[in-house]
């Protein structure tokens, strides 16, 4: 397990040398800084858990800074462990995205965007009645029968329907590292990255 914690910065395109265009997400992937190591002796597991942006001293509490203090750096405003990490690292050591390579196979961790209360149609891909008639005005994308009559005489639990959507914790698999640019920290990866630009996400192998 090797990862790193990155911001969603938006999209663009990579063309190759025969012309084939790929679209890319641009994620700022660093530079983190360890800010803590557990090992099995003294948590009861292994993990390293890395720091990524700085925050202001006055909005960190006392507890914060001096842990952070023991890395000898700024306090942090996004902190996240990865167990088991495959990369030899030291206390106050800076990850960066060279710990991957162009073509890698990663996965990424983040909070998809938030929708809102939506109806069937959108959240679970209902089709709806179609076309109206026999005076159906205004049946076109309703959710349609959702209990049984005398028995059961209940809705069942997990029924489709109409309900907040979106902002959920999902986990991308299989995604490629297109491209890295080392002196930006700029890392660009093909395939379905989650969140809105500027989102939190993490990057893991």
């Given amino acids: ?22 679209a890319c997400t641009i994620i700022e992937a660093g530079p983190n800084t360890v800010t803590q190591i557990k090992t099995q002796e003294t948590d009861g597991y292994t993990a390293v858990q890395l720091g990524f942006g700085d925050k202001k001293e006055k909005h960190s509490i006392k507890s914060e800074l001096n842990h952070f203090a023991k890395a000898q750096t700024a306090a942090k405003k996004f902190v996240k ?41 959108k959240r679970h891909g209902f089709s709806g009645v179609g076309e109206a008639s026999h005076g159906q005005h205004d049946r076109q994308r309703a959710p349609g029968s959702v209990g049984g009559s005398s028995y059961p005489s209940r809705v069942f639990k997990g029924m489709r329907m109409a309900g907040r959507m979106g902002g959920d914790r999902v986990k991308m698999k299989g995604l490629k590292v297109v491209k890295i640019f080392p002196e930006k920290n700029y890392i660009l990866i093909s395939g379905s990255v989650p969140g809105h630009n500027g989102s939190i996400v993490l990057i893991q192998k």
Avoid: C, H, P, W
């Fill in 1 to 22: 397990m090797k990862g790193i914690i990155g911001k969603k910065i938006g999209m663009t395109s990579i063309f190759a040398a025969d012309g084939k265009q790929t």
């Fill in 81 to 121: 462990e990865f167990r088991d990490y495959s990369i030899e690292k030291n206390l106050g050591d800076t990850v960066s995205v060279d710990i991957f390579e162009e073509g890698d196979s990663v996965e990424v961790v983040g909070t998809t965007k938030g929708k809102g209360f939506q109806g069937v149609v």
